[in-house]
């Protein structure tokens, strides 16, 4: 083979760039929709069920024969089917996580992950970035906005699975406890802990709207009789006091670092000595490059608020600090992408 001079002093050059990554991300949104459609036609529910064919799904799910083999295709390129002739099967994760017939179905975030809500935020990224923050319509921060009920309603299968994980490290089962539930949403979080610990009473915080999603589920889980709540913004209502244990699941992403102090400040304030704060947060390391999921959150946050951001332990640690707390430690929760703090009073 004949190489030039340049060639053999740079090997790189003999290999040339690819457009592959760009025709890849730029067809990304593909991936996104084609996933909400599929959760919509419930392909993973019927294929759990015994459909295997083009012909046999289309049926179930009223769809095309046509349709339903082009979408199981590129479900099987993306890694949520496999394929054998003309036959699909789910994938473990597909199993678990998207078929109706499984206690871990999380279908329902496509909603709230992939809504109209979600997809206009980032209409203009370029906008967003000159901006460097959300777009006029865009933020998420406003009170009584219904896109928390729709959160509420939409994310507690996968806040059960973190609540899971999170639950026996800080429930401490037979203890009398007192705990607050801040921006509680769903309210999976502190009613996973009043189902592990009989003597636990839980304070769910967060507009009137959203609490009726919790109130519901925390009837669901027979913890009603120890579970009452705190409508209103966090910034501005009464949190009382007495509280062993708060919760801040996946909240200070939502504010800068000085707002967080003063919400921590307050919060410190309601606590008992010797109390502690259980954060859930994206954590990504120093480099805010990794882990993946962790680090991309940042975007999600300059396009839904004025000045959130997915803080690293360092920074969050600093934040605790400057509120009063002492020392902070982080303990990962596999298979989650969250990052547990633990902050004592």
């Not at 457009?19 to 067809?27: S, V």
């Not at 036609?41 to 095309?64: D, Q, R």
């Not at 394929?83 to 496509?110: R, W």
């Not at 490290?169 to 309210?187: M, N, Q, T």
């Amino acid at each position: 083979m004949i190489t030039t001079e340049t060639e053999n002093m740079n090997p790189a050059i003999s290999h040339p760039p690819s457009p592959a990554p760009l025709f890849e991300a730029l067809n990304r949104y593909q991936h996104t929709m084609v996933l909400k459609g599929a959760i919509e036609l419930e392909i993973f529910t019927h294929i759990a069920g015994g459909a295997k064919s083009p012909a046999e799904i289309a049926v179930l799910c009223n769809a095309s024969e046509r349709g339903v083999r082009i979408l199981c295709d590129f479900l099987t390129v993306q890694g949520f089917l496999t394929k054998s002739k003309s036959q699909y099967e789910l994938t473990q994760e597909s199993a678990a996580f998207l078929a109706k017939q499984s206690p871990a179905y999380m279908g329902t975030i496509a909603d709230f992950i992939a809504g109209k809500d979600a997809l206009a935020g980032f209409r203009d990224v370029a906008a967003m970035v000159r901006k460097g923050g959300a777009l006029e319509g865009s933020s998420t921060i406003v009170p009584e906005n219904n896109l928390w009920v729709q959160f509420a309603r939409t994310m507690a299968p996968i806040a059960t699975m973190t609540a899971r994980l999170m639950a026996p490290i800080v429930s401490e089962p037979g203890k009398r406890i007192k705990v607050l539930d801040i921006a509680a949403g769903h309210g999976m979080y502190g009613i996973t802990i009043a189902q592990r610990n009989a003597s636990a009473t839980v304070v769910a915080l967060d507009w009137a709207n959203v609490l009726e999603v919790a109130i519901g589920n925390a009837s669901k889980a027979r913890v009603s009789d120890r579970y009452s709540t705190i409508p209103g913004d966090v910034f501005d209502v009464d949190l009382g006091g007495g509280y062993d244990l708060v919760l801040l699941p996946n909240i200070l992403h939502h504010f800068d670092a000085p707002e967080n102090v003063r919400l921590l400040k307050k919060i410190r304030a309601a606590m008992n000595p010797g109390s502690s704060v259980a954060t859930l947060e994206f954590v990504p390391n120093d480099d805010r490059v990794s882990p993946p999921i962790p680090a991309a959150f940042s975007m999600m946050m300059l396009a839904r608020t004025e000045r959130g951001d997915a803080y690293t332990f360092k920074e969050l640690n600093s934040m605790f600090r400057d509120a009063g707390f002492v020392q902070s430690r982080a303990q990962a929760l596999p298979p989650s992408p969250q990052t547990l703090i633990l902050t004592e009073y």
